[in-house]
């Protein structure tokens, strides 16, 4: 690995387009490197958190905390469809899995997606300053790119920087969020190496339900979202509408002294008919526009990133039996990029059609799906500028729940316009070997095909090849009336990894001679142990998780950049005269920021505190304070974090 570029842009191009885009390399002009406060004063021994790290397992095994399975186990739903694209219950998930609900969300009061995510064990991120700033997203340490994502079912992904825009998703219409770890592509296909996560929009139940929430925050925010939700006779619907601002903070402190805030307007809306009892008909829809400041080459000039990210979904489900099920789906996702004053624009869609199948026999559940994507980008850096490519699948998957055993096979055959005929495969097996307990273990094999933007841009090379892993995971997980423990082992090795190689005369490609271009140079291994669950001492909620991980290159021997070896989180939470109170430690040990592994990031702790109580039968009140020790900390070099702030929100839902 010559260069990583976890800011998603080639290294060449961030010279020559910086000033006109957001994303910055590993090798961007940075300040001098902010070190972290002592988090807990009487036990933590140095900076890099590592002695309270190391002392983490015990803490998790005491406390039983929750693993990754569930986040806010008292509210959340019975069933998951992510995992298999099936709808199932929890319990028979054989994948490791967590479920954040709304009431989570809401409590939480995180400032942005990354933010929520980065507390679920396995999952960290790395943002180029404020909420609106470019974000990286890695699960179990893989890169960004391999980590499928999609909304209400319909997938977002950008051909131009690879991986979903995270910054784009607006919290606010968010209802729930399923993640998947592992590779999933025998179901989902391209893209998930590292695993999947499908975020829902609200859904209408009966009733009428409308909702509106207003609050004001440090950094000059501002929130104020309205909902309207309900379902009569055979119409069921849910509209959303949110507005955010803020002034933001400097994000560069020693080079461009100036705030970076953001404005962000987003709006959902789920409309769904029942035919009769066997038949259902749903359309789905999310719009968010995002203006984010952000910092250039030329100090003073007020930069703006123009983020439009949409989606579009069309779905029909019928019962034809009692045995036999299908769903018919149409979607797009459409990312849409472009700065200004400078000129920059990136649009991509993808374009998806689904044909699945069930038939439920006994104790065994079949599955059958015939898919297309369609992807395609328009790029002035690429050649043509209005670049295309297409994939034909057909996926098969076997479910079996017997006793104590329960299995999971999936193969699937994807036909990609470029690359021909890439075949991958899954198994998952889990034995209940005593009341509470089970024992699991999984293989499978994924890939990922180069963006166009990988292909047919000026650094582009036109005989790149797919990416492609190979993951065994095993683990242990324990559930009893509220308590909860789970221990994961997984090694997931990736061939043929997709990098930026720089150098003068590099790379002869398309466009001619450049000193830098992509190519498939790397390979790399990303293993480690995901500790984690929750219990109840009296009336406190207790939860933890502990992330040992060693996300490396296999050619170097060096850490990939930008992501910890090790992370834990810690929570708690009770109610109390009418309040619900609560609080989460988040512990990060130092990383590197760039390949060579030269340029260290400090370790960090954070604290941070909400509470909610009901200030009367229809309204509620809300605080958060994040970041209460103010510590200074950096996920990507040059970029600072926010420091200490403080929200107060207020919720209108009439019972």
Not at 93 to 121: F, H, K, N, Y
Not at 166 to 182: F, K, T, Y
Not at 342 to 366: A, I, M, P, Q, R
Not at 622 to 641: P, S
Request: with cysteine.
């Amino acid at each position: 690995m010559k260069v990583a570029l976890p800011a998603r842009i080639p290294a060449n191009e961030v010279a020559v387009r910086l000033k006109r885009t957001q994303r910055r390399d590993a090798h961007a002009p940075s300040g001098k490197a902010v070190t972290a406060h002592p988090l807990f004063f009487t036990f933590m021994k140095n900076r890099n958190l590592r002695a309270p790290l190391a002392a983490l397992p015990l803490a998790v095994l005491a406390t039983f905390s929750s693993h990754a399975q569930t986040v806010g186990a008292a509210d959340l739903p019975e069933t998951v469809v992510t995992a298999t694209r099936v709808q199932q219950p929890l319990t028979d998930v054989v994948a490791d899995v967590t479920i954040i609900d709304r009431s989570v969300i809401e409590r939480g009061g995180a400032t942005g997606l990354a933010d929520l995510l980065a507390r679920v064990p396995g999952i960290s991120f790395a943002r180029n300053g404020g909420p609106g700033s470019t974000t990286s997203v890695y699960m179990r340490g893989a890169e960004s790119r391999f980590t499928a994502v999609y909304v209400d079912g319909v997938r977002v992904d950008s051909q131009s920087t690879g991986g979903a825009t995270w910054n784009a998703i607006p919290l606010s219409q968010v209802d729930r969020i399923e993640v998947v770890r592992g590779p999933a592509a025998a179901v989902y296909g391209s893209d998930a190496l590292g695993g999947v996560i499908q975020i829902f929009t609200r859904k209408g139940e009966a009733g009428f339900a409308p909702v509106i929430e207003f609050g004001a925050g440090s950094q000059g925010t501002l929130k104020l979202a309205m909902s309207l939700s309900g379902a009569k006779g055979v119409v069921d619907y849910s509209v959303g509408l949110s507005r955010e601002i803020s002034d933001g903070f400097n994000a560069q402190p020693t080079a461009n002294p100036d705030k970076d805030g953001y404005r962000n307007t987003a709006a959902s809306a789920r409309l769904g008919l029942q035919i009769n009892p066997a038949h259902r008909l749903e359309a789905t829809l999310l719009s968010s526009d995002l203006d984010a400041q952000y910092d250039a080459f030329t100090p003073g000039r007020d930069d703006h990133g123009l983020h439009t990210l949409q989606t579009l979904g069309l779905n029909w489900t019928a019962s034809w039996s009692d045995v036999h099920k299908t769903r018919l789906s149409i979607s797009r996702g459409k990312d849409r990029y472009e700065t200004t004053p400078s000129v920059y624009l990136t649009d991509t869609s993808v374009t998806s059609y689904l044909f699945h199948n069930e038939w439920k026999l006994g104790s065994t559940l079949l599955t059958a799906a015939l898919e297309r994507r369609e992807d395609k980008l328009n790029n002035a850096s690429t050649s043509p500028a209005v670049t295309d490519r297409s994939q034909n699948a057909l996926a098969l998957g076997y479910g079996l729940r017997s006793g104590d055993h329960s299995l999971q096979l999936n193969v699937r055959r994807d036909d990609d316009s470029e690359f021909g005929v890439q075949t991958t495969g899954g198994a998952a097996y889990a034995y209940s070997f005593r009341p509470h307990w089970r024992a699991t273990a999984a293989a499978g094999t994924a890939f990922r095909a180069p963006t166009l933007f990988q292909r047919f841009s000026i650094y582009g090379v036109p005989s790149l090849q797919p990416e492609t892993a190979r993951n065994v995971e095993v683990g242990v997980k324990y559930e009893s009336q509220g308590d909860s423990f789970s221990a994961v082992l997984y090694r997931n090795k990736v061939s043929e990894l997709i990098n930026y190689v720089s150098g003068a005369g590099a790379c002869v490609n398309g466009a001619g001679l450049y000193p830098g271009c992509y190519g498939n140079t790397g390979s790399a291994q990303y293993k480690g142990l995901t500790l984690a669950g929750a219990t109840r001492l009296g009336g406190v909620a207790l939860g933890a998780s502990l992330d040992l991980q060693r996300p490396e290159d296999l050619l170097t021997g060096k850490q990939l950049a930008r992501r910890p070896q090790r992370m834990a989180t810690i929570t708690a939470d009770t109610r109390l005269d009418g309040w619900t109170a609560g609080g989460e430690v988040q512990l990060v040990e130092a990383r590197f920021n760039n390949a060579a592994n030269t340029q260290r990031l400090a370790g960090y702790g954070l604290v941070n505190l909400y509470a909610s109580t009901a200030l009367a039968s229809d309204w509620t009140l809300l605080g958060r304070v994040d970041n209460l020790g103010d510590k200074e900390y950096q996920t990507a070099l040059g970029y600072a974090m926010a420091g200490r702030t403080v929200f107060v929100g207020l919720k209108w839902a009439p019972q």
